[in-house]
């Protein structure tokens, strides 16, 4: 049986704005997005990338506190990335998001390693910072 890694529950007082990263192949979502999060204070927009492996290379390079990671992308999909995150950097937030927005795809998300879970149909109305404040007070992924 495979073990989901364990993150640290973090303090009442987490990072505020959040230091987001932005992982999707669309660039027309990926910028609607971006312009969503902007309106947020709860949010910094510090990059983009659109694919698992330009994400990995960004998240060393900007050290975000979160990444909101597209789940099917060419290159490296969002699963393979979140895999490798939660190993190389166990303390940055993973949230992944798609359009299939079912059960099974959200038990194979955490599977990888995600803290959190949305279908990109329901970003827009206050889901997304629901799942993000669950996603920094959760015991584990």
Known sequence: MK?????P???DNFPHPLRTLVVDDSVLLMKSLCAYLR???L???IGTAMDGSEALHMVELLAPDLVLMDMHMPVM?????????R?????IRIIIMTMEDSAATEA?????????FIGKP????????????RAFHSDHA
């Open 3 to 7: 073990q989901t890694p364990i993150t």
């Open 9 to 11: 529950t973090a303090p």
């Open 39 to 41: 309106t947020q204070p």
């Open 43 to 45: 949010f910094q927009v």
């Open 77 to 85: 999909n969002g699963l393979q990335a979140t895999a490798i995150l």
């Open 87 to 91: 190993r190389r950097m166990p303390n």
């Open 108 to 116: 194979e998300a955490r599977t990888h390693g995600a803290h959190g």
């Open 122 to 133: 329901r970003i827009i109305d206050d889901h997304l910072i629901t799942e993000v404040r």
